[in-house]
């Protein structure tokens, strides 16, 4: 009995500490993380059941996700200020509120029959950023010439006294060996001498020239025309001709004085007049640049007064500004110093040309984008924007015209496709408006970064003047072949800043959706210029 309970006292025992024993070994073998996927066996017939409802998917868009990241996520266009569409436009300096369109809906290119509303939305098809500088938003007026020109060139730090011996031996050493020059900035090259056989085949854009010889606005593909309003008919009594601004094959322009017999109020128009005993297609021409002419409505664009179509011949009658047209302005101006006007005045005094500010230009610039922001709503190209084809006013007020092409003043400006009639301003026109003959709204963002560094070069070269025509179509191929990298681009002007070229260089980009539109355009000029007040006197 002894023998008996001792065993059945020890065994118990014995067993129960190698069980012990047993699981704390086990405990010690088990894996610290949790189990995965990847660490389980498959032969593991243990399940998991989850609900979708119940799964929560935490997503971190990653700054490297889009190029908007190199820009701190912001447009350079971008304002937070909302206020009435009524005061879109900048039309006097200072005086005009921002304007931000908060929402805007996708036309019919991007989705067809679509009514959604999208507030700022990213360009279509887009791998690329707007990444040059955001303007911040003060009332600090634009700097001078003089700022601008010191901020992008510094001048060199003057050489303090060295305060040991052996920097003056090192001094005396540097002052005996000459300094060479610094080189100058290299020039595009001009393309070699020989013939482009290639270069009237490779123009597919169609004659974009009225039949009085200027360009003719034209709506842009799948796009609604709109309502023309009507249009009083005037009397050719009533405007007297000063002298021809230009000539097409079927008509011409000229410079008159409109005023009613007998009324002291007389002021400067341009008349479009059609030569005597044309055909009727001729005449349908003329009546179907009248409608498009009629739906413009805008301070920054040459509006039509009225027509001539009771009697023969038929004209139309249009706005004509005192100082004539931009390109003319700039070449007879100089850029000042300074942004005062005690430097106006001493150019006055002294019989030079008038001096002209950095903000001036900017707001030269900023009217010609609100004026092309018009358009754009419109679905109206024009297709030949250039600063020859905006006219200057009283207080620098600018409208859009299109007597350009016809002048023969700047028949230069213009290409003869083969042995054709059609004239292109291919140093203006985008890759696609030259090659493929496609123009729209972007086609024109295009020729307004060219019209800007016409405004910043103060009009004194001509857009890739070191090449003949004939190199500016092989330059611009560059964008038909690949992505544009070999194109060489116009340079920068020497009083341009680095973000108001980098804006210009987006309007050169080769993917059209790209480029940024015209009210983003007018509002990046708007807020480089504010606190600009107007300091131009004539």
């Not at 820009?71 to 200072?94: F, I």
């Not at 850029?335 to 006007?341: K, L, V």
């Not at 610039?365 to 009283?394: P, T, Y």
């Amino acid at each position: 009995m002894v023998t008996l309970g001792i065993v059945f006292c020890i065994v118990p025992l014995v067993l129960g500490v190698l069980y012990y024993r047993s699981r704390i070994l086990n405990k010690t073998k088990l894996p610290k993380t949790p189990p995965t996927l990847s660490n389980c066996s498959l032969n593991d017939t243990k399940k998991v059941s989850m609900k979708m409802r119940d799964l929560h998917i935490n997503m971190n868009i990653s700054p490297m996700s889009n190029g908007y990241s190199r820009a701190n996520g912001k447009l350079y266009g971008h304002v937070t200020m909302d206020d009435d569409a009524t005061t879109a436009m900048y039309h006097e300096p200072y005086k005009m509120h921002l304007h931000n369109p908060g929402y805007y809906t996708l036309n019919h290119n991007t989705m067809v029959g679509s009514d959604t509303s999208l507030k700022c939305p990213l360009p279509i098809d887009t791998d690329d950023s707007i990444d040059y500088a955001v303007p911040q938003i003060n009332a600090t007026p634009p700097p001078s010439f003089s700022e601008v020109i010191k901020s992008i060139s510094p001048p060199p730090v003057p050489l303090t006294k060295p305060p040991n011996s052996r920097h003056n031996s090192i001094r005396s050493t540097l002052r005996q060996t000459p300094t060479p020059p610094i080189p100058p900035m290299p020039v595009i090259p001009p393309p070699p001498e020989q013939e482009y056989y290639m270069a009237s085949k490779m123009c597919l854009a169609s004659n974009i020239q009225g039949v009085t010889g200027t360009v003719i606005y034209a709506f842009e593909e799948d796009s609604m025309q709109q309502e023309e309003r009507n249009v009083p008919e005037i009397s050719s009594h009533h405007f007297h001709p000063i002298s021809n601004l230009g000539e097409g094959v079927f008509g011409v322009v000229q410079l008159c004085e409109f005023g009613n017999n007998g009324n002291g109020n007389r002021r400067h128009v341009a008349v479009k007049t059609l030569k005597s005993g044309v055909t009727e297609e001729v005449k349908d021409k003329f009546l179907q640049e009248v409608k498009i002419l009629s739906i413009l409505d805008d301070p920054n664009i040459v509006s039509l007064i009225g027509v001539v179509t009771q009697s023969e011949p038929h004209a139309m009658v249009l706005e004509y500004m005192n100082y004539g047209d931009l390109h003319q302005f700039l070449k007879h101006h100089v850029t000042e110093e300074g942004s005062g006007s005690p430097h106006i005045m001493a150019n006055r005094s002294t019989n030079r040309r008038p001096t002209i500010s950095y903000g001036a230009l900017v707001y030269i610039a900023s009217q010609i984008a609100s004026g092309m922001k018009h358009l754009e709503s419109m679905n109206l190209v024009h297709r030949d924007l250039s600063a020859r084809n905006c006219l200057v006013g009283f207080g620098l007020d600018i409208k859009i015209s299109d007597f350009g092409m016809s002048r023969s003043l700047y028949s230069s400006e213009y290409y003869k496709v083969g042995d054709s009639h059609t004239s292109l301003p291919i140093r203006w026109m985008a890759w696609e408006s030259i090659l493929q003959g496609r123009f729209s709204s972007k086609s024109d963002v295009w020729a307004f970064g060219v019209t800007l560094w016409e405004i910043l070069t103060m009009a004194r070269r001509m857009p890739y003047d070191e090449l003949s025509n004939e190199g500016v179509l092989e330059n611009i191929s560059h964008c038909h072949l690949g992505d544009g990298s070999g194109m060489s681009m116009l340079p920068q002007p020497a009083i341009c800043p680095r973000d108001m070229y980098d804006m210009m260089t987006a309007c050169w980009r080769a993917n059209e959706k790209q480029r940024p539109p015209f009210w983003e355009i007018q509002m990046f000029l708007q807020r480089k210029n504010l606190g600009y007040t107007l300091d131009y006197e004539h």
